[in-house]
């Protein structure tokens, strides 16, 4: 069984940042595509970033350019540098792990790839 830690969120005004870890108990060595999604409650999650095997980064197209996606493999640790924030990033954030690597790029619209969850942290973007 794989477990996904989350730690980060928070609240800020918009323009601000914030940092999200995911602290992964496998090494992604031995895991497929990685990522992370946004949900709001009674929607379906919405592919914020994914990991491919090669470590390549795959964002969906609001995201580019003010989210960075990294990958701390000393510490098997997923990261989500969010910047310039907008009220509507305000939702609950995942981070997720598959047991396959098969086209991760396309995986941001499918959450039901990934088997694997953390348990949410709430990102409140302020006007």
Same mark, same amino acid.
Request: net charge negative.
């Given at each position: ?40 409650? $009674?929607? =379906?999650? #919405? +592919?914020?970033? &994914?990991?491919?095997? /090669?470590? !390549?980064?795959?964002? $969906?197209? =609001?995201? #580019? +350019?003010?989210? &960075?996606?990294?990958? /701390?493999? !000393? ?53």
């Amino acid at each position: 069984q794989v477990q996904l830690v989350e730690s980060g969120g928070g609240s800020v005004h918009a323009g601000g940042s914030l940092r999200h870890s995911c602290a992964v108990s496998r090494s992604s060595d031995s895991l497929g595509c990685m990522g992370w999604f946004r949900q709001v409650p $009674g929607k =379906q999650r #919405e +592919g914020v970033a &994914t990991y491919d095997s /090669d470590g !390549t980064v795959y964002y $969906g197209d =609001q995201f #580019e +350019g003010r989210f &960075t996606a990294s990958e /701390d493999n !000393t510490e098997s640790t997923l990261l989500l540098q969010m910047d310039n924030l907008k009220p509507e990033d305000t939702d609950q954030y995942y981070c997720a792990a598959a047991n396959r690597a098969w086209n991760c790029r396309y995986r941001l619209d499918d959450p039901q790839y990934f088997a694997y969850w953390g348990q949410g942290t709430q990102v409140t973007v302020s006007s």
